[in-house]
């Protein structure tokens, strides 16, 4: 089915490159007076492994650009509930209620309701421990836990 000559034909015309597979067929056509079309031409010159294609040349390995950074989360430190420290529990604490609570006395929550109870230097409110507790650096500012809040 295939002449030898119009295969060599066909092989040369398609590494020229410059020829699709329908101007193939269209050029054996015109000088065999045959009839193959663009499939039979694309078909057999895949079997013969022929490309007509012209080969790309060989774009430039695109460097990939590194991943955007993330947007940091906005820096949001753990907030200690407020209980954590109010209800720290204290050894020597005689957890008193408040019924039971007198002058010079502590009185620092030491649980729902009792509080510390020991006893408190003459004009204090809270015994020794509890002042220092009472006194600590605050974490944050109540302007900045109700910025928290509200945002
Ligand atoms: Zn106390």
Redesign the pocket.
């Known amino acids: 089915m295939w002449a030898q000559e119009v295969v060599d034909e066909m092989i040369s015309l398609a590494q020229a490159k410059t020829h699709s597979c329908a101007m193939i067929a269209d050029a054996l056509n015109a000088k065999f007076s045959t009839s193959y079309t663009r499939s039979a031409i694309a078909g057999k010159l895949h079997r013969l492994g022929v490309s007509t294609q012209k080969e790309e040349p060989k774009k430039k390995a695109v460097v990939a650009k590194p991943a955007p950074r993330p947007p940091r989360p906005l820096s949001s430190p753990v907030l200690q509930p407020v209980e954590d420290i109010a209800l720290a529990p204290?050894p020597d604490?005689l957890n008193v209620t408040m019924m039971q609570l007198e002058k010079r006395m502590?009185k620092?929550p030491?649980d729902t309701d009792l509080?510390?109870?020991?006893h408190?230097e003459f004009g204090q409110s809270?015994?020794n421990?509890?002042?220092k507790a009472g006194t600590m650096p605050a974490r944050y500012s109540v302007r900045q836990l109700v910025g928290r809040i509200r945002r």
Request: glycine fraction near 6%.
């Open positions: 204290s604490a502590c620092w030491t509080y510390c109870g020991r408190t809270y015994c421990v509890h002042r």
